[in-house]
């Protein structure tokens, strides 16, 4: 069954830490994985996407890592600000036709003055 | 630029009720899809459509019912509403080929209640 498992569930941080949020997925065959910020009462926005072939990708302070073998992905962010508490959700694509997606559950990230 | 404009933000049925959640996208997007969205749950796609009066179900698509006339609507009807139903809504938009790039465009969501 193609699934995906984010952990933790929710995080506290205090503004200008780091933190580093986990993605576990199980979707074959693997076409791409993203991860997306989702603020309260919004809709989600693409933060990150990456291919198979890709290792790292940066967005700002946001970078993201891919390991294909394990089937793992990380979204690591340098000092947090307020404006990054939000949930943070990761969608794994399978090649499956028209864009079969897998959403994780999310990971609700608060960061506190 | 709007990008995906969904209507109504807020609504509230009574069970039996139906109505429709209108999406809208101005970016020339084949592909647009209605998602469910649950507190504990991922998002779960309800219907999808790759084009003009093409149309298919997702995920959990009882109780919906969806039609694509035009490249930039897709509307997505409560037939009879159910306490079930009660979610926020998302309906999102993309190029059918998505291997690189920003991937979805999600609208800001409607919020409703089934009483």
């Known amino acids: 069954k193609n699934q995906v498992e984010q952990s933790p569930q929710s995080l506290i941080i205090l503004e200008g830490k780091n933190c580093t949020l986990q993605c576990n997925y199980t979707v074959s065959p693997f076409s791409n994985l993203r991860w997306y910020k989702q603020d309260t009462g919004r809709g989600p926005v693409s933060l990150t996407i990456m291919t198979f072939s890709e290792n790292t990708k940066s967005n700002g302070r946001y970078t993201a890592t891919l390991d294909a073998d394990t089937k793992q992905s990380s979204l690591h962010i340098t000092a947090s600000q307020l404006s990054d508490s939000a949930s943070y959700i990761c969608v794994v694509s399978a090649v499956q036709g028209a864009q079969k997606l897998v959403f994780g559950q999310g990971t609700r990230l608060t960061i506190n003055p | 630029n709007a990008g995906v404009t969904q209507t109504p933000k807020f609504q509230v049925l009574k069970t039996g009720q139906s109505m429709t959640l209108q999406c809208a996208q101005d970016?020339?997007?084949?592909?647009m899809s209605w998602y469910r969205q649950d507190p504990g749950m991922g998002l779960r796609l309800i219907h999808y459509?790759?084009?003009?009066?093409?149309?298919d179900q997702g995920e959990v698509p009882n109780g919906y019912n969806v039609s694509r006339s035009t490249t930039e609507d897709f509307p997505l009807r409560l037939l009879s509403a159910a306490p079930s139903q009660t979610s926020v809504y998302f309906c999102a938009s993309s190029y059918v080929r998505v291997i690189s790039g920003n991937g979805y465009t999600f609208g800001s969501g409607t919020r409703l209640t089934v009483v």
């Open positions: 459509s790759v084009g003009a009066g093409i149309t």
């Open positions: 970016m020339n997007h084949e592909y």
